[in-house]
């Protein structure tokens, strides 16, 4: 490090977040962010991908998108265009998508492109808490739309939008992931997609559709896509950080030229990296199927895992919310229980969690509601983290008393 | 395509950019970005490297960040830190190095920490277009410091800080290319740049250095780094978009903590991609050095050949601004041509070039200038391509009368 600290932090402009703290590590039981398994990518076969497409096509790399079209390599489009259409019932081609730098630049050109300072939005009451953050600094107002087991909850939707037209607003969109929510793991059914889909066409509100969770279902199949039913009124984005890697950046947007085109003008990165596009094309164009379904029963493995531990330590104290796929469990402990009281002496003591409050629009409605990503730790961290859970939760808050073979305290 | 086009249009927010257009290949004779030379791309050695660090390091993907620190993969900016040292004269560690998505995301992240609406920036007269316009969208005010042949006039830069002094006015930053300026392709001098750090100590502004051009000097060596000489008062980013390849999105920030530290809260992207970090890493250890030798060679060749066609066709006509490293050439037309008036002529001829309105805080000021980046064609399209430039602007403007050997008309 230089000895010299920067002289002129005065020309900082106003109203910058708080600055990072300094790496220390990932925590010993690390139950937060969208880390996968790590054993599970498949290294071997990605770097066979690399070193063939970099044989083969390594000096594009000398051409800013690799001489292609700036929305991304021709042969990732194809590939993105082709699982829509078996896995999600999305009738699309390579012109309908563009790549992005992970599902987080998506939503930022999503956002930029529908929202301004003082708009209406309406999110799911829980959902994933970068999607509220990023509205919230765009001054944006945040409704958010309730769910139940099965997802959101179409005559409360009606309601908000019904109550916000007497008001005179027009929300700039209804963002939901229909297809394991985030944070519930639910799965919005076929009628209700249509119900969801008819409400936005009556009000004339633009779904934003979220599904990067969407290839990790247990059941292997799922309804078809929220844009697979009215690609005029959806704009869908999905990512390939769940189902191969996080750390490639690697996500993407389907819509209609008209948005496309918009959004591409306001994609001033001189595009996205071309390599890990190249070699993400190569491996899943004969991986993926095979790769996401080997990759779906370690997750559910691990999810035994959580579930059964989550059993052991608190007993009936907590109510799992079993997702019906990907990587995270939501579960809500009893109403007298903040969770935000305990999370920072987790955290020195070595477990991350997600508090409810981070994944919800109205803080307050999930304070006793944890997130836990179960992707990265081992079965056998899931177990200890789990007991250092009830632990530091029973220390701060009497809760859990017993488990299921116990009595604590 | 989808056969129904998107519904709702009237819901995009105010003040987007125009839709990009449709992507219709590359030009014939391609004189515009910063594509690189692609058979100067080394594809088997890079083919290699992704093969090692992904058999080797490949499940860490299943991490964001691959399980280290936000600021980017530690290999990578402990190359970057000793590159800088060797090259640059720069002295820091890896902790005062924050990777990025190419440049462009580090320009943005640099502007985001202090530029605000109403604020004003000091860039050189003639800088990079996208330095320009990412200000203006910003709603700062922009003033054009004046260059010369040996970079940004000092005496200038002292009456415009002066003046700005005497309304109130602090810019919040000098936006400077020091090494291999573009346009112009000229280095300050180490007196100019001690100078330089002066008038920022003494008007208490920061300096925003770029240097992704500045590995690609013909002379090989050149002076220290704006930020060697004073890292208390200087931002500096870098890129291996120009000494590698531009689809490989990674460049980088160095700076003092206190501003990295504020940088990183706003990176909310979830890492910069890391294979790619993890490839460049691989190979830059061990081939940096001399692959960006042969590379530069392979530069001059095209630039000598740029030069001696420039020189063909335009006779006493072009000034030439011979750059001292980097992948363009500016020149000067004579006064009365105005290049805007065959621009568009030329790319329907398959010409691209950068007309010098594009590249200037004052478009009229750069009216008879063009910018023409030779290191994407072959040495026989160079050829043929200013010989297209001479003919479309002699049809628009009578300029040039004749070349060398032969008169026009």
Redo the contacts between chains.
């Keep these: 490090?230089?000895d010299?600290?920067?002289?002129?932090?005065d020309?900082?402009?106003?109203g910058?977040?708080?600055?990072?703290?300094?790496?220390d590590g990932?925590p010993k039981y690390n139950f937060v962010?969208?880390?996968?398994?790590?054993?599970?990518?498949?290294?071997?076969a990605?770097?066979?991908a690399?070193?063939?497409v970099?044989?083969d096509?390594?000096?594009?790399?000398?051409?800013?998108?690799?001489?292609?079209?700036?929305?991304g390599h021709d042969r990732l489009r194809a590939f993105i265009a082709a699982k829509l259409a078996r896995r999600s019932g999305i009738?699309?081609?390579a012109?309908?998508v563009l790549v992005t730098?992970?599902s987080?630049?998506a939503m930022d050109l999503v956002n930029?492109?529908?929202?301004?300072a003082g708009?209406t939005v309406i999110l799911e009451e829980f959902t994933y808490g970068?999607a509220i953050?990023?509205v919230q600094k765009l001054g944006a107002r945040v409704i958010g739309a309730p769910l139940h087991d099965g997802g959101i909850r179409i005559d409360a939707l009606r309601t908000i939008l019904e109550d916000l037209k007497r008001q005179g607003v027009?929300p700039?969109?209804i963002y939901t992931i229909p297809t394991v929510q985030n944070p519930t793991g639910s799965i919005l059914d076929l009628d209700r997609r249509h119900q969801l889909i008819a409400l936005a066409r009556e009000f004339?509100?633009?779904i934003f559709e979220d599904e990067c969770y969407a290839d990790l279902v247990w059941a292997g199949a799922r309804p078809p896509a929220l844009y697979a039913l009215?690609?005029?009124?959806v704009i869908h984005i999905g990512s390939f950080?769940k189902s191969l890697?996080?750390?490639?950046?690697v996500g993407y947007i389907v819509?209609?030229?008209?948005?496309l085109?918009?959004i591409?003008?306001?994609k001033?990165?001189?595009?996205?990296?071309?390599?890990?596009q190249m070699?993400v094309a190569e491996y899943v164009e004969r991986n993926f199927d095979r790769h996401v379904s080997v990759l779906t029963g370690a997750l559910r493995g691990k999810l035994d895992v959580l579930v059964d531990a989550l059993g052991q330590e608190f007993g009936t104290s907590a109510e799992l919310f079993v997702p019906q796929g990907g990587i995270f469990l939501w579960l809500r402990l009893p109403d007298h229980v903040d969770v935000r009281r305990f999370a920072q002496a987790a955290l020195a003591g070595g477990l991350a969690f997600n508090p409810g409050p981070d994944w919800a629009c109205d803080g307050e409605a999930a304070k006793s509601h944890i997130r836990l990503c179960f992707?990265?730790p081992t079965v056998e961290t899931i177990r200890q983290g789990v007991a250092e859970l009830a632990r530091v939760c029973f220390e701060h808050t009497g809760v859990p008393e017993h488990g299921v073979n116990r009595r604590r305290g």
């Design positions: 490090m230089s010299q600290s920067f002289a002129l932090t020309m900082f402009r106003a910058l977040p708080d600055p990072a703290p300094r790496f990932l962010y969208g880390h996968n398994d790590p054993s599970q990518v498949p290294a071997e990605l770097a066979e690399a070193a063939t970099l044989r096509n390594g000096r594009l790399l000398g051409m800013y998108n690799l001489g292609q079209a700036p929305q009738t699309c081609s012109d309908d730098s992970g987080l630049q930029n492109l529908l929202v301004a708009d970068g953050s990023k027009r700039k969109y004339g509100v633009p009215d690609p005029s009124r950080s890697a996080p750390a490639l950046r819509a209609d030229w008209q948005v085109s918009r591409l003008a306001t001033t990165d001189a595009g996205s990296g071309a390599l890990e070699v992707a990265l």
